[in-house]
Structures are given as structure tokens and as C-alpha cells.
């Protein structure tokens, strides 16, 4: 629900997308609509063993458009896998890129694409608006419900000599097309599912906490909210419900429209620092980081967090405690019971680790600009 409408410029943009079973049939024919004739899929060797890729080629054949599969791609992509991929792109003189998988794949490629085009080390492009040109035609087709890397102007690589994740922001790495196909997600399994679940629901939480919001971006972010705390435990208890999938699918496509758009904030920003740093699984760093954040955040962003907790289905007016409870107790329904300490992290490496993360793009639309202290707060409470 919009109860007001922002006055000051916004920006939106989106990619052409289509939405449905089946949808990574369509491949074949948005590559040669946009007139490629030899593409670089880009994918990993998990997403191959799924049989997935083996759809796209059918339909690049039909339509005698050539390829090249490179799926040297690892999570948390590197950018030594970007390098990889742009000799491999140039050396089979590619003109298109088609890649399908999840944020690692997508992010990889997207890296490749900004290198082929612009040329030089894909760590210079980190931040807000650093690229000039435009990158070959980009086809998108997720295979996870989270990421929403096919639809956002976000990549993130892996800077494997600092240990640390890089963003970088632009509307050129915008995809041509998204092809989201609900059915692609049935070989996830639940881990997976509830980790790129709970990416899913983090987008949306700081998108429209975020100083950067829109009525836009609060229309995606509010109902992919509300779908993800209906559907996403349904997804647990019966993974092979095809409507439960969609609804999570849907919900990964809104909020990646929201973050897109409205950008991100500190979970974000930590969870990169985390991901660099120990080589963790996104989802699950920014589902440890959600309620500790929050109750940092909810006095500076009170009436937005009372609207999120109304979408989960919370009841009446609550406070930061009350809710930072119940989103407790709906990671722990889910499975996801760790916090950082589990995962390796000790008290000596969180002033790195908080240090890295204020130099993170996405901090800067966070509700309020925290410091240094109150990063390692943060991780504190979440350790």
C-alpha cells in the first residue's frame, strides 16, 4: 500500500523479462532477435549436471545459432573466473552471452560482458557507474529464487587477492532479457532453496528501508515480503509444488525490481565483507545478519519496519525486540539456526571485516550511515 508519494526524482529501470514454465525454452529466440550468432553460455558444472543447459542448446540449435559452453564458474564468482571467461569469449569470437544458473554464474557473466566490451581488469569497475560502454546482448536465465541477478544493475565479484566481494552498479549490466522459469528451480535443494529464499527477503527489507526508496520500489518490495513469508516455508515442506515455487520465483523477481532500484543497505554491505572474507554462502550471511541489522536500524526506520512486520503476518504495533523475535523464529522454522560464530568468524577478525564493509557501495542507502562501532555492534550481536 503507497501512502505517499515521493515528490523528488526517481530512476527505475528494468529489463524485458517473461515469467513461466518453460520460459528457458524461449532462449533461441531472444539470441537471435538480438542478433547474435555465436554465444558464450555461461553456467556452472552443478547446473549442468541438472540437465538445464541441455534445454538451452536445443533452442539455440533450432534456431542454427553457435555456442560455446564455459561453466568455469565457482560460488561467490572470482575474478580470476571472469578473466577466464572473457579469454574464452574472444578466443571463439562470441557476440552474445546467454547464462543460466544462479547469482554466480549470472554475476560471472555479466563481469565477462563488462571486460569484453570495456576492456581492462573487472576490479576497476567497482562501484556506481564506472562503465562507458555497453556490453554484448545479455540473456539471463535463473535457476535459483533469490538472486535476482537477472534482473538488477548489481554484480558482485570476488577480489581474490584482498578477500573481499566487490560491487559494482550500472544500468549497463542491466540484462536484455530475463527469462525466469519457476520449473528450473526444482533442483535446488532445501538448504539452497531457504538460503537464496532468505537473499530474496533481505532485498526487499532494505530496499524499501533504504533512503533511496520509491512508491515504485515499495509496491515490489511490500508484496515480494508477503509472498516470501507465506510461500518460502512451503517450499520446505513440499519442494515439488510447483504454485509454492512460483510464488518464491515471483517474490526473488519483485525484490530484485525493489534493490535494483532502490539499492541495498548495511546487511549487504556485511554480507559482502563475510563472503569475501571466509568464502561464505550469501544467503545464509545475510539470514544471520537480518535480525541483528534490523535492530539496529528500526528507530531510524520505525513506520517501514512496522509495514514489513504487518506483510509477515505480525500483529498490531511492534517494537524492534518484538520483531527481531519473530524474524528469529521464522529463520529458525526454516532451518537456518547458525550465527557467525558457527560459521568460523571470532571477535579478532570483525574490525576487518566491519572496515571492509563501510567501504561497500550498499551501505551508503542504509537508513542511516552507521560507524566503524556500530558495524562491529552489529556483527557482535550476531556472533
Known amino acids: ?17 517473461v515469467f513461466g514454465v518453460e520460459a528457458r525454452k524461449m532462449s533461441g529466440k531472444y539470441a537471435k532477435n ?29 534456431e542454427m545459432i553457435q555456442y560455446t559452453i564455459f561453466d568455469d564458474v565457482v ?33 560471472c557473466a555479466k563481469g565477462i560482458g563488462i571486460v569484453v566490451s570495456n576492456m581492462g581488469d573487472i576490479l576497476a569497475y567497482e ?17 535459483t529464487a533469490g538472486t535476482a541477478a537477472d534482473v538488477s544493475q548489481f554484480a558482485i565479484i570476488n577480489d581474490v587477492k584482498r578477500h573481499v566481494k566487490i560491487a559494482i552498479v550500472s ?24 538460503y537464496t529464499g532468505m537473499d530474496a527477503l533481505t532485498h526487499a527489507f532494505e530496499a524499501y528501508v533504504s533512503n533511496a526508496n520509491s512508491a515504485i520500489t515499495d509496491l515490489y518490495a ?13 517450499v520446505v515442506e513440499r519442494p515439488y509444488d510447483m504454485d509454492a515455487r512460483a510464488s518464491v520465483m515471483m517474490a526473488s523477481l519483485l525484490a530484485g525490481l525493489a534493490f535494483s532500484n532502490a539499492s541495498l543497505g548495511v546487511i549487504h554491505a556485511m554480507a559482502h565483507s563475510l563472503g569475501g572474507w571466509l568464502d561464505l554462502p550469501h544467503g545464509l550471511c545475510n539470514a544471520i ?8 536500524n528500526f528507530s531510524y526506520a520505525q513506520r517501514r519496519y512496522q509495514t514489513i512486520a504487518t506483510c509477515m503476518g ?12 519473530f524474524l528469529h523464529a521464522f529463520k529458525a522454522s526454516l532451518g537456518v539456526t547458525q550465527h557467525l560464530g558457527t560459521l568460523g568468524v571470532d571477535e579478532q577478525s570483525i574490525p576487518h571485516l566491519s572496515t571492509m564493509a563501510l567501504h561497500d557501495a550498499c551501505i551508503v542507502t542504509n537508513p542511516i550511515m552507521p560507524s566503524q562501532h556500530e558495524v562491529e555492534e552489529i556483527f557482535l550481536h550476531a556472533l
Open 75 to 107: 560460488p561467490n564468482p572470482r575474478d580470476t573466473n571472469v578473466l577466464a571467461g572473457v579469454k574464452c569469449y574472444r578466443e571463439h569470437k562470441c557476440d552474445g552471452i546467454v547464462t543460466i544458473g544462479g547469482g554466480s554464474p549470472m554475476d
Open 289 to 296: 545478519l537480518l535480525d541483528s541489522a534490523v535492530s539496529y
Open 34 to 62: 538480438l542478433g547474435t550468432k555465436n554465444v558464450l553460455i555461461v553456467t556452472d558444472k552443478g547446473v549442468r549436471r541438472a540437465g538445464w543447459v541441455e534445454d538451452v542448446i536445443k533452442a539455440l540449435e533450432a
Open 127 to 143: 562501484g556506481v557507474d564506472k562503465i562507458l560502454y555497453p556490453l554484448p546482448p545479455l540473456i539471463c536465465i535463473p535457476t
Open 314 to 325: 505480525m500483529k498490531g504495533n511492534v517494537n524492534a525486540k518484538e520483531m527481531c523475535a
Open 171 to 194: 544500468k549497463s549490466i542491466v540484462p536484455d532479457v530475463s527469462l525466469i522459469d519457476p520449473e528450473t528451480t526444482l533442483s535446488m535443494d532445501d538448504t539452497l532453496s531457504v
Open 222 to 234: 511490500l508484496e515480494a515480503i508477503s509472498l516470501l513469508a507465506k510461500h518460502l516455508p512451503e
Open 1 to 17: 500500500m503507497i501512502d505517499h508519494i515521493e515528490l523528488s526524482l526517481r530512476k527505475c529501470v528494468t529489463p524485458e523479462f
